[in-house]
Structures are given as C-alpha cells and as structure tokens.
C-alpha cells in the first residue's frame, strides 16, 4: 500500500514539470502526506491543473464520508471490477503528485521507514483515481486514491505492494479520456527498479503530526 508520501517541490518546478497552472492558494510543503489531507493533483480536466483534493476515495453514492479513511488505495489488478473504483477508472483519472513515499521494512530493531524516490531526485506522477461527493449541506468535496500494484525489485524486500509510478511519457495517457482501459492498465507497471532510491529516515515519520524537513534526512 501507500501511506504517507512527500511533496514539497518547488511549486514552480512543478508546475513546469507538469505543465498545468497552479493553485491559488499555494502549495505547502508536505514532508508527511497523509490521508485525510488536502494533496496537489492534476485531474483528466482541461486545462491541465493543479488541484488540492482530500486523500480517501469517497464514491459519489456514499452515504458515509467515514468510507474515505478505508480507501487510501486501489489495487491496478482489480480497478475494472470493484464497485467503489470501476466508474472512476472509467471517467475520473488522475495523476498525484509527489517526491518520495515511505513504506516501512522490517529489521531486528523493529519497522524502519524508508523513503523511496527517483535516483534524479525529480517529482514524479503516481497514477489515481477521483471522485465528487456530495456533502448533506449540498457542497461537493472532491477525494482520490493512490493506485497500487506490484513492487519493483527495489521496492519488493520493503514491502509487497507499491504506488503506480507513470513513467513521464503515460502521464498523458492515464489522462486521456479517449483511450481505451485496457490502455491505462497496461501502463501501470512497476517502475524501473534502477531508476530509483530507497533511503532509511528517523521514525518520527511514523507520527501524522510530524511534518517538517528533518523527516527526509538520512538516518546514520
């Protein structure tokens, strides 16, 4: 699965990388992305975008919000099939942006974090899904999920599951609503192995409320 990632690119780089305006607002630096939060997307929309939506897939005919804090991910083998993501897989594509996400290995010491990015360094597009629901006081609230599926040999002796990395040049695929889903799902393969870097970080990751650069350094 993913759990907690990382965002906090420059806001102008991003922009430029993904070539989609970004939000009023601003972004904020995330070093401990975590469900619930409000996360930079770019939707299957035009004009490319760079929208804030909460992270927990809430599906348009919920009656229950609380339903989002179960769906931080969907499996890629199953998108087609499962009620609570066929409809977004179809129609509402998205891509969520980030620069590092954690998982946690196992060691004699106890679950270690791990921080996986590119060797580069660069931001990258996890491949997600998202929904419009409709708050009792008429107000829509916009959610998403992280699409997962099998790990790359980097990532395999962390953990059994990762995100869908798009490589840059199915970025514009996974967009687009004319393709066909057989299309999108033959893109959502592991990401190159070699093209990435895990790297051990301090524990205080395992904690929501800690969202502060010393997170990412390397632990020694």
């Given at each position: 699965m993913c759990g907690r990632f990382t965002i906090f690119a420059d806001p102008d780089r991003l922009a430029e990388r993904f070539e989609a305006s970004l939000p009023e607002a601003g972004l904020q630096p995330r070093y401990n992305a975590a469900p619930t939060q409000h996360l930079p997307v770019i939707l299957n929309e035009d004009p490319p975008a760079i929208q804030l939506l909460q992270w927990g897939l809430i599906p348009s005919w919920a009656k229950d919000p609380a339903?989002?804090?179960r769906m931080i991910n969907a499996r890629a083998e199953?998108?087609?099939?499962?009620?609570?993501?066929?409809?977004?897989?179809?129609?509402?594509?998205?891509?969520?942006?980030?620069?590092?996400?954690?998982?946690w290995m196992k060691t004699p010491d106890g679950k270690q974090p791990m921080r996986i990015t590119l060797a580069s360094g660069e931001p990258f597009?996890?491949?997600?899904?998202?929904?419009?629901?409709?708050?009792?006081?008429?107000?829509?609230?916009?959610?998403?999920?992280?699409?997962?599926?099998q790990p790359n040999a980097l990532v395999a002796p962390i953990h059994d599951r990762m995100p869908a990395i798009l490589l840059p040049e199915h970025e514009a695929i996974w967009l687009d609503n004319a393709a066909e889903p057989a299309i999108w799902q033959d893109i959502l393969r592991p990401y190159p192995a070699e093209r990435m870097t895990a790297t051990p970080v301090s524990r205080r990751v395992n904690f929501v409320g800690n969202d502060d650069a010393g997170l990412v350094l390397p632990e020694t």
């Amino acid at each position: 699965m993913c759990g907690r990632f990382t965002i906090f690119a420059d806001p102008d780089r991003l922009a430029e990388r993904f070539e989609a305006s970004l939000p009023e607002a601003g972004l904020q630096p995330r070093y401990n992305a975590a469900p619930t939060q409000h996360l930079p997307v770019i939707l299957n929309e035009d004009p490319p975008a760079i929208q804030l939506l909460q992270w927990g897939l809430i599906p348009s005919w919920a009656k229950d919000p609380a339903i989002g804090s179960r769906m931080i991910n969907a499996r890629a083998e199953t998108l087609a099939e499962k009620p609570s993501f066929r409809a977004a897989f179809k129609k509402r594509r998205c891509l969520v942006l980030a620069d590092g996400f954690y998982e946690w290995m196992k060691t004699p010491d106890g679950k270690q974090p791990m921080r996986i990015t590119l060797a580069s360094g660069e931001p990258f597009a996890m491949a997600g899904l998202w929904e419009s629901w409709g708050a009792p006081d008429g107000s829509p609230l916009r959610t998403f999920t992280i699409v997962t599926g099998q790990p790359n040999a980097l990532v395999a002796p962390i953990h059994d599951r990762m995100p869908a990395i798009l490589l840059p040049e199915h970025e514009a695929i996974w967009l687009d609503n004319a393709a066909e889903p057989a299309i999108w799902q033959d893109i959502l393969r592991p990401y190159p192995a070699e093209r990435m870097t895990a790297t051990p970080v301090s524990r205080r990751v395992n904690f929501v409320g800690n969202d502060d650069a010393g997170l990412v350094l390397p632990e020694t």
